[in-house]
């Protein structure tokens, strides 16, 4: 069965294949669309497919399918075109699956290749159901617990080929700038305030970070919360990650001062620098206007929802 060694990636590789699929192409193939030879391969390890059935969910170009097997089981599949821009952040999550500690709750990568001109990953696949982040739903502490787990498990990462939070962060200044260099931008002396005195160094740290958490990403089996798809994981300081999910968390109807006394239970969180934390609350919402504003049709009002919950704690950080 073909399985192939991890080819490293650049931080700037992926910050291009990011802003390409957050761009225009967001093409989701069909089991049915895989190379007859991608197929075989997969049911050499996993056994017969009677059935596939396409994720509805998501933005990530690519494959992604529950294989229903001929011995009742199931297994997740994803995939993409080795030559596609979105195969860097396959290729990202595919050093992810093979890193990341087994406390970790998370799909545990059972098989992989890099060969036959397609990146190809299966998956435990996780029969959960989707979590609930709005005020008053259990799952908001038990999602919250995860987020303090993922921290004391994932640091330090011990590894030196983990790439930069720095990295990700490039295609958020970069929106970012493209905004405030126009100079039309609405409310724009809040992100110069809240940029001000912001420093990228800050970001820096021995975490491994996932980066992406969202109720997308998270699926809940009884009272134990998964996180899925890793595809911009990165090293960086541990606050990072609660700051980046927090705006989901305003998005579902919190308030951003609720949301502040929600993260205070996180020891990444009480360790935050506040400049820093406010200047990456400003560019998370930019690149999230930039892309309601120019980003496909069918997701921009998405974008203008993430980017209207960034802002209000923005204007609370800053009030």
């Given at each position: 069965?073909?399985?192939?060694?991890?080819?490293?990636?650049?931080?700037?590789?992926?910050?291009?294949?990011?802003?390409?699929?957050?761009?225009?192409?967001?093409?989701?193939?069909?089991?049915?669309?895989?190379?007859?030879?991608?197929?075989?391969?997969?049911?050499?390890?996993?056994?017969?497919?009677?059935?596939?059935e396409t994720a509805t969910a998501g933005l990530m170009p690519g494959v992604a399918a529950r294989l229903h097997l001929g011995d009742g089981g199931s297994v997740f599949l994803k995939a993409c075109p080795a030559d596609h821009p979105a195969a860097k952040l396959y290729e990202r999550e595919l050093w992810a699956g093979r890193v990341l500690p087994a406390a970790v709750p998370t799909p545990r990568l059972r098989w992989s290749s890099t060969e036959l001109g397609w990146i190809a990953m299966l998956h435990t696949f996780i029969d959960g159901r989707a979590v609930d982040l709005s005020p008053g739903s259990p799952d908001v502490s038990a999602v919250l617990g995860l987020v303090a787990e993922l921290g004391s498990y994932l640091t330090p990462y011990p590894g030196d080929d983990a790439p930069p939070v720095s990295g990700n962060v490039s295609a958020l200044l970069a929106k970012g700038r493209h905004l405030l260099d126009r100079g039309t931008l609405a409310e724009q002396a809040l992100y110069v305030a809240a940029l001000d005195k912001w420093d990228v160094a800050e970001l820096e740290g021995a975490t491994l970070l996932h980066y992406d958490l969202h109720a997308g990403n998270l699926k809940a089996v009884g009272d134990q919360v998964f996180v899925l798809d890793w595809g911009f994981a990165c090293q960086g300081a541990g606050w990072v990650e609660p700051v980046m999910f927090a705006p989901r968390l305003i998005e579902a109807g919190h308030t951003p001062e609720r949301v502040e006394e929600l993260l205070m239970d996180l020891p990444a969180w009480?360790?935050?620098?506040?400049?820093?934390?406010?200047?990456?609350?400003?560019?998370?919402?930019?690149?999230?206007?930039?892309?309601?504003?120019?980003?496909?049709e069918e997701v921009r009002d998405f974008r203008g929802r993430a980017a209207a919950a960034g802002k209000a704690w923005l204007r609370y950080r800053l009030a």
């Open positions: 069965m073909p399985s192939c060694g991890f080819r490293p990636v650049s931080a700037a590789s992926v910050t291009r294949a990011a802003s390409t699929i957050r761009g225009t192409d967001v093409t989701r193939f069909q089991w049915e669309d895989l190379p007859q030879a991608v197929r075989d391969a997969v049911q050499d390890h996993a056994g017969p497919v009677v059935k596939a009480r360790s935050a620098p506040g400049d820093g934390v406010t200047g990456l609350v400003a560019l998370w919402t930019l690149f999230r206007l930039y892309k309601a504003m120019h980003g496909p």
